[in-house]
């Protein structure tokens, strides 16, 4: 078994370009157990898989495995304590549907990639259909926004593209569009009742949404708080909106 | 006016201790200009106010202000973008009401800092009483939850204590305690309706709450989560059910 312990191997340099952004055109990383067992449930093309020396009993036999020294793990991963496995996954092809009917999550302008994963796995924990981002929000591929997705990716569709764009295409789909603001000069979220379909837009941690989103949305919504904090944390307020307009029965 | 260059100046290395638990038996650090203000605000004792001399034009002149270099101010956070200024603290003497009635979050053994900080300033916002964190949880007076509190910590009361001896206080009380549980074996959450005196509990990330608690808890709830996500994050999921109980007027 040929085992890689250099970190100037060429695969390993080539790889490891993958953690930024621009090098991203076909192909993430992913990093851990979870995520790895998550890609295989959801049949994502795996490309290659980079695992220690002690983490190969836990996989099955296949060309794709490349054994790797501890050390080289911990260069193709960000994270401080690796868990032994990282895996070359390809970029997923989707294609927008032509109809956008459902219930949606929007984030628009969300920079901390722990904020954009958290609320794309709480939109998933909410059975919501689809979420969209805008492009200057943290891109999901990020090592960062994968571990705090904890694998929602695989469960529904992503798409980054312009907020301009969406809209009107939420227009044409009679497509409620929710926005929240930091202001309270905009309505309490247990005032609206969401529809059928609907779009949840959560805006940047610092500004909130741009003023073309204010224009443009049906509702302007805020949460009303008593305390005395002067804000919530951007996916704490998503979570509260994003079960509060959901339907789901209680079990 | 002199200027502290040297990080190994006896009052920096004195202080730079107080990063660490151990040593923080009288006073605690804060970073950053928002913090500041929201100690003054509130009335915290403040010991010393560390500033660079970019910093000094925003401060009233006080024999508390010592003038640092930036080298040495970044020695004393630990942020990686230190903000010009760190004071310390007197930490709070707080003696515990007689009786506990009212609206209470408790953290049991929540272990990530910006976990506990979030929730606290999401208790804060909703305008709960104050919260109790367990012995095992997260030290409120670690720069990572004082900087996801945003100063929450000046607004409601924060006591650490046994829970065993927590819940014989609020059984006394008559205060109701609703546990949150990971598992569906309890009830949803939008089917149990808050008295006027509850405490709202959340357990330890990857364990939930102990079984003590489970026992002793005189609700168990859960999330209802239609979508294919395991779970929410702890602090989304206390946002969820802080708002929810909480019996805010609409404005």
Do not use: C
């Amino acid at each position: 078994m040929e085992i890689i312990r250099s970190k100037s191997n060429q695969l390993i340099k080539e790889t490891k370009k993958l953690q930024q952004k621009k090098y991203r055109k076909n192909s993430y990383l992913i990093e851990g157990w979870h995520l790895l067992e998550e890609a295989q449930k959801s049949g994502a093309q795996i490309e290659i898989i980079f695992v220690t020396e002690e983490g190969m009993n836990r996989l099955e036999i296949s060309d794709l495995i490349k054994v790797v020294s501890p050390e080289v793990l911990a260069e193709l991963s960000d994270s401080v304590t690796p868990q032994g496995v990282v895996a070359q996954l390809a970029l997923p092809k989707k294609s927008l549907p032509e109809k956008l009917t459902g219930k949606y999550l929007v984030l628009e302008d969300v920079q901390d990639p722990g904020n954009v994963g958290t609320m794309i796995r709480t939109a998933d924990a909410a059975g919501y259909d689809a979420v969209f981002i805008s492009t200057k929000t943290a891109d999901i591929y990020n090592m960062k926004v994968l571990r705090s997705m904890q694998g929602s990716h695989f469960h529904l569709p992503v798409y980054r593209m312009e907020m301009r764009e969406l809209l009107e295409r939420f227009k044409i789909s009679q497509t409620l569009v929710l926005a929240t603001t930091l202001s309270k000069g905009s309505v309490d979220y247990r005032e609206v009742s969401a529809p059928v379909s609907f779009a949840l837009v959560m805006g940047n941690e610092g500004q909130g949404i741009s003023d073309f989103m204010a224009k443009n949305a049906d509702h302007l919504l805020h949460i009303t708080m008593p305390g005395k904090a002067e804000s919530l944390n951007v996916a704490v307020a998503a979570g509260i909106l994003l079960f509060n307009f959901n339907l789901g029965v209680p079990q």
